[in-house]
């Protein structure tokens, strides 16, 4: 089955596997639905569809600065 974490915000986030989060960082950055956005901004959209993994805002910063 799925694995979901109970956000701050009180909303269920779907954890990502591992080998799917860069394809998800690079939609979200500049995919169809992206604009470039730097790393804050694209965890905020990665969050708001409702995905989440341990270190999201670290790889985000990281990959995105």
């Known amino acids: ?3 979901y974490k109970l956000g701050r915000d009180e909303v ?8 799917e989060r860069k394809d998800i960082m690079e939609g979200a950055h500049g995919g169809i639905t992206g604009g470039h956005y730097v ?19 670290k790889d985000c910063k990281d990959s995105y600065k």
């Not at 790393?39 to 993994?53: F, H, R, S």
Request: with cysteine; net charge negative.
């Open 12 to 19: 269920s986030h779907s954890c990502v596997l591992e080998n």
């Open 1 to 3: 089955g799925d694995l």
């Open 39 to 57: 790393g804050d901004a694209t965890t905020q959209k990665i969050l708001i569809v409702g995905l989440w993994w341990e270190k999201l805002c």
